[in-house]
């Protein structure tokens, strides 16, 4: 997978295109994921799969962006918008959830012989959309760990969405 992060959205399109045959999905990388219909000029901020992943052509690959002179949030869909209320310093953080998240035995599964799914969701199950919410994993996109076709009810390529 090439390196796009930073450059505009067509450009970077057009490099993707050279190693994938499905579309370019293009979200917006701040709360909300909506960019305009003409965005080839809007900035790349994170993309998905990594830069130096292996790809093949039938590879979804999603790529988020802002606006020219809007710049990337510190973390994939994080709010444009500053919070009401700061916290305070000396508040602690929450202590993180316990995780539901278990690796995937061979015997469990589709008996049909299919691996479940489009798969790259690495070692990490999620019973259900519930667990990967108590997880704080969801939503979890194609490509993702965790991600499987059977939690992705819309089939869009993004897992516990709804």
């Known amino acids: 997978m090439p390196a796009v992060v930073g450059q505009k959205f067509a450009d970077a399109e057009a490099l993707v295109r050279q190693v994938v045959s499905t579309p ?22 994170s993309q998905n799969p990594a830069a130096g992943a292996a790809v093949t052509p039938g590879t979804a690959v999603e790529l988020s962006l802002v606006a020219p002179g809007t710049s990337c949030p510190a973390a994939p869909g994080a709010s444009s918008k500053p919070s009401a209320a700061p916290k305070s310093p ?11 998240a278990r ?5 469990e599964g589709p008996t049909d012989g299919s691996t479940g799914g489009s798969g790259a969701g690495g070692s990490v199950y999620y019973k259900n959309c519930d667990a990967a919410k108590a997880a704080g994993a969801a939503p ?4 993702q760990p965790g991600y ?11 897992a516990c969405d709804k």
């Open 24 to 45: 370019v999905q293009a979200r917006g990388a701040k709360a909300g994921g909506v960019v305009a219909p003409e965005h080839g000029q809007w900035e790349v901020c």
């Open 90 to 100: 000396s508040t602690p953080p929450p202590a993180p959830a316990p995780t539901t």
């Open 103 to 107: 690796p995937k035995p061979a015997t």
């Open 140 to 143: 979890i996109r194609r490509g």
């Open 148 to 158: 499987r076709d059977a939690l992705d009810r819309d089939k869009d390529g993004i």
